[in-house]
């Protein structure tokens, strides 16, 4: 059984929201092409409390961008986004989500940030999608969305590590680019991990 990952596809993520990535809205088409071909569609969906500890807002005197610890662990703060019950936090308005199967929340914890949808960054608490994907008996993932540089590359990176064949949507995917390179830096790291690329439209003629 083979699943479709849709890694944080939300308002905040997309051009003008809160945390906008440049293009975002560009992989909503290639995620509804794909999201009808798959039996299986799970969505990711950062869903933060107001009191998050990777918001600059809840650090007196920080700025989006610095860097800070988080329960002993290096965070970058960002922008108040992906607050729980906001617009922001919704999926994209295009997005066919009656083609999603489950939806896995992260970021839920304020203590500790989320980027894989499988554990959060301390990976001590799983969100579930791990043992779901093997009670469906899923062996491979197609994993694209948001951001390439963090959620995309690290739910890839646990992907395989939990011993899945992993995927990486090309076309699917977009980055924040923080640090010039830092797109190109994941690509070739979670290559490197055994995360193999593809383009969208070849997994739809494969599948048809
Ligand atoms: C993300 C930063 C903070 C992402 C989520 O979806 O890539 N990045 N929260
Ligand atoms: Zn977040």
């Known amino acids: 059984m083979k699943a479709l990952i849709l890694v944080d596809l939300q308002n905040d993520f997309m051009p003008g ?19 009808e071909k798959f039996e299986l569609v799970i969505a990711t969906q950062d869903w933060h409390p107001a009191d998050h500890g990777s918001f600059a807002s809840n650090h007196s005197n920080r700025k989006p961008g610095e860097m800070t610890k988080l329960d002993g662990l290096d965070q970058i703060l960002w922008p108040n986004h992906c607050v729980q019950n906001t617009t922001g936090a919704e999926f994209h308005p295009k997005l066919k989500q009656n083609l999603i199967t489950r939806v896995f929340c992260k970021g839920t914890n304020p203590k500790v940030d989320s980027y894989s949808g499988f554990y959060d960054n301390q990976q001590r608490q799983a969100t579930g999608l791990g043992d779901w994907l093997r009670e469906k008996q899923v062996k491979e993932v197609y994993v694209m969305g948001l951001a390439t540089d963090y959620c995309v590359k690290f739910t890839a990176l646990d992907a395989v590590s939990e011993g899945f064949v992993t995927w990486l949507v090309t076309d699917g995917c977009r980055g924040v680019n923080l640090q010039l390179g830092d797109v ?12 193999k690329l593809i383009e969208s439209k070849k997994i739809e003629s494969a599948k048809s």
């Not at 809160?18 to 999201?35: D, H, T």
């Open 17 to 35: 929201g809160a945390l906008a990535v440049n293009e975002g809205n560009l992989v909503i088409e290639p995620a509804n092409r794909l999201a």
């Open 184 to 195: 190109e830096k994941a690509l070739a790291e979670i290559q490197k991990a055994g995360v």
